[in-house]
C-alpha cells in the first residue's frame, strides 16, 4: 500500500514549471550546438508561457490558503463545540488560535460584571498556561479594540507610530500584535490578543482576517459555554434546593399529601406513612377518596367545598378505622394546591396525628376528676421528687354505706355503673371545694384539704364538702329507683401528716401518710348512713360556724384511748 502523500497543486505546479525551463534549457543549448539562432517566436512564448505559470501556481497558492484556512475553520468550530464546559473551550480557543497564528503567546480577555476587562486564560506556543507574571501586553492595543469595536494589527509595535511612544511597547518590547473583538448579538463580550516579542512583520491582513473569523465562532462557543455553566449552576442550585425540602418534607411531624385535579395523590411525606400506617408506594398514584375511604362521605364533602369556595379548611377533625392501626384520631387541613400564577392544581392535605394527644387529655380529664384544677395547675411536673414534706391537714374519708349486700344482689355491669354514679357525685363535690381527692377504696374515697395549696378555712372546706356529698345522694335518689338508694358515712380528721410522692419513676402515687389519716378513716368507718362525724380537734377550728352535737366518746380500732367526736347537723 502507498502510504505517500499525495503532493498538492502548487507543488505540481512547481514540477512542471521546473520541467519547463530545464526543457527550454535544452532547447537553447540545442540551437548553439547546431549553430542556429534561437527563434524569437520561441523566446516568446517561453515567456509568456513562465510567467502564466508563475501566476497560476501564485492563484493555486492562495486558494490553498484559503482552503487550508476554511478547513482550520471547521475543524476549530468542531473541536470548540465539541464541550461545554467554559474552562475548557477558553483553552482550546487560545491554544488554536497560538497555534494557526504561530504566535508567541496568546491571550483571551471577557468583560466583568462591572464592565472591565479581565484576563481569562493566556497561553504560550508550547500549549502552556502563561504565568501571571508574565501578563505583559499592550492596554493601549486592547482599549482601541474595546472602544472601536474593530481590530488591531501591527507588525512592528515599536516603530508603528500609533504605539511606538507607549510605555508597554517599550518596556515590554512587544513587536508583532494582533487584537480582535469577541462579539455577540452585537455586544462585544471580551477580545482575543496574540502576539511575539521577538519577530516582526509575522501577522498579515490574512491571519487579521483568519483570526476575525475564528473569533466569530469563538465568541458563540463561549457565549454557549457560559450559558451551559450559567444553567449548571442553576440547575444545582435548583436540586440543592430541592434535596433541601425534600429533607424538611420528610422530616416534618404533620402528614402532608398533595392531589391533583383528577384526584391522584402525587406526593406524600414520610410522616404520612406513620400517621395512616399506609406505604408511600401504596398512596402515590392512587385515587384520593380511595386511598382515604375510612374518612367517610364527610371527607369528600370538604374536599368538594374547598375547590367550590377555593378557601382553606382548618381542623376538621376525623376518627377513622385504619387496617395498620385500628381507631385513630386525626385533625385535617385542607387547602387549594395551586402554582406560581395561582392556577389550581389540586389539593393539599396537612394531617396531624390527636391520637396520643386525645389520650392523654383523657388521662387529664380523669385526673382532674381526682385533684383541683387549682391543685393540677401548682405542680410542676419538672420538680416531681420522691418523697415527702410534712404539713397539717383535713382529711375526709366517705363511704358507701350497704354497698356490700347490694353487690350481692345486682349484675356486675349494673353494679359498676351504680357504683361510679355515686362516687362520681363524691368525687365533684370534694373537687368543688378545692379538695385533692387520694383515692378510690372500693365504694370509698379518700380526700385532704390545705394541701398542696395552703387553705386557712380547710376544716371548714372539708365539712362543707361531707354534707355537699349527702345533698347529692339525694338528688340521685330522685333519678334512681328505690332498690339503688344508698347513703354515704363520712369521717373528718385534722391533723398532721405527711404528703408527697410514693413509688417508683415508672409508677408515682401523690398520697398523704400518717396517723391523722388513719384517725380520720377509723371515725368513718364509725358513721353511719348519712352521718358526718368530725374529731374533736376538727370541731374546736369549725365550731362557731357548724351546728353539732356530741355524739361521746368513741375507742378506734389500733387507739390506746377512745377519742371524742362530734355528728355535723347542719351549718349555721
Known amino acids: 500500500m502507498n502510504n505517500q502523500t499525495t503532493p498538492s497543486l502548487s507543488t505540481l505546479m512547481e514540477e512542471h514549471l521546473y520541467r519547463l525551463n530545464q526543457i527550454s534549457s535544452q532547447t537553447r543549448d540545442f540551437f548553439q550546438k547546431t549553430g542556429y539562432t534561437v527563434p524569437a517566436y520561441f523566446q516568446e512564448e517561453y515567456t509568456s508561457l513562465t510567467t502564466n505559470f508563475a ?62 476587562m479581565g484576563i481569562r486564560v493566556a497561553r504560550n506556543w508550547e500549549q502552556e498556561t502563561v504565568n501571571p507574571s508574565e501578563f505583559a501586553i499592550s492596554r493601549t492595543v486592547v482599549e482601541r479594540v474595546v472602544s472601536a469595536g474593530n481590530p488591531v494589527l501591527t507588525t512592528n509595535a515599536q516603530e508603528d507610530p500609533r504605539f511606538g511612544n507607549q510605555d508597554s511597547v517599550i518596556s515590554y518590547h512587544l513587536r508583532s500584535i494582533l487584537c480582535v473583538p469577541l462579539t455577540v448579538k452585537d455586544q462585544l463580550t471580551g477580545v482575543i490578543y496574540a502576539d511575539n516579542r521577538i519577530r516582526t512583520g509575522l501577522f498579515t491582513q490574512r491571519e487579521c482576517e483568519l483570526l476575525v473569523a475564528f473569533s466569530n465562532q469563538a465568541a458563540v462557543a463561549i457565549e454557549n459555554a457560559r450559558l451551559f455553566e450559567s444553567l449548571r449552576a442553576s440547575l444545582s442550585k435548583v436540586t440543592e434546593l430541592n434535596n433541601l425540602m425534600e429533607n424538611i418534607f420528610s422530616s416534618i411531624a404533620s402528614g402532608v399529601i398533595t392531589a391533583d385535579i383528577r384526584d391522584n395523590i402525587i406526593s406524600c411525606n414520610q410522616a404520612v406513612e406513620v400517621i395512616l400506617g399506609i406505604g408511600k408506594q401504596q398512596l402515590i398514584g392512587q385515587n384520593l377518596f380511595q386511598a382515604l375511604s375510612p374518612f367517610g362521605d364527610e371527607f369528600s364533602r370538604h374536599i368538594q367545598r374547598v375547590r367550590d369556595t377555593d378557601l382553606n379548611i382548618v381542623a376538621l377533625e376525623f376518627e377513622p378505622t385504619l387496617p395498620g392501626r385500628g381507631r385513630i384520631d386525626v385533625s385535617l387541613n385542607i387547602s387549594p394546591l395551586k402554582d406560581a400564577d395561582q392556577r389550581s392544581q389540586g389539593v393539599a392535605l396537612v394531617v396531624d396525628d390527636l391520637t396520643e394527644k386525645k389520650r392523654l387529655q383523657s388521662r387529664q380529664r380523669l385526673f382532674e376528676r381526682m385533684v383541683s384544677p387549682t391543685v393540677i395547675g401548682s405542680i410542676n411536673p419538672d420538680q416531681l421528687q420522691l418523697g415527702g414534706k410534712r404539713t397539717e391537714i383535713t382529711t375526709l374519708f366517705v363511704d358507701i354505706r350497704g354497698f356490700s349486700g347490694f353487690s350481692e344482689v345486682t349484675e356486675p355491669e349494673e353494679l359498676v ?40 378555712d380547710h376544716e371548714m372546706r372539708a365539712v362543707r364538702a361531707a354534707i355537699s356529698i349527702r345533698e347529692q345522694a339525694g ?80 375507742q378506734l380500732k389500733g387507739k390506746s384511748h377512745p377519742i371524742s367526736v362530734y355528728e355535723i347537723i347542719q351549718l349555721w
Open 55 to 116: 501566476q497560476i501556481k501564485q492563484q493555486i497558492i492562495n486558494l490553498e490558503k484559503i482552503s487550508e484556512d476554511q478547513i482550520a475553520l471547521v475543524e476549530i468550530g468542531q473541536v470548540i463545540n465539541s464541550t461545554h464546559l467554559l474552562d475548557d473551550v477558553l483553552r482550546i480557543v487560545m491554544d488554536t488560535i497560538v497555534r494557526l497564528l504561530r504566535a508567541e503567546r496568546g491571550f483571551l480577555m471577557l468583560r466583568a460584571e462591572n464592565g472591565e
Open 417 to 456: 355503673a351504680i357504683l361510679n354514679s355515686y362516687l362520681a357525685a363524691a368525687a365533684d363535690a370534694i373537687l368543688s371545694f378545692d379538695g385533692t381527692i387520694d383515692k378510690f377504696l372500693g365504694d370509698a374515697v379518700m380526700a385532704w384539704f390545705n394541701a398542696p395549696i395552703p387553705q386557712p
Open 475 to 554: 338528688l340521685l335518689h330522685k333519678t334512681l329507683p328505690q332498690n339503688y338508694h344508698l347513703a354515704f358515712g363520712a369521717g373528718i380528721h385534722y391533723g398532721e401528716a405527711v404528703l408527697g410522692l410514693v413509688g417508683t419513676e415508672k409508677r408515682l402515687e401523690y398520697t398523704a401518710i400518717g396517723d391523722s389519716v388513719n384517725i380520720a378513716k377509723r371515725i368513718q368507718e364509725n358513721a353511719e348512713a348519712n352521718q358526718i362525724l368530725i374529731s374533736a380537734e376538727t370541731y374546736a377550728q369549725v365550731a362557731s360556724r357548724v351546728d353539732a352535737r356530741p355524739v361521746g366518746s368513741i
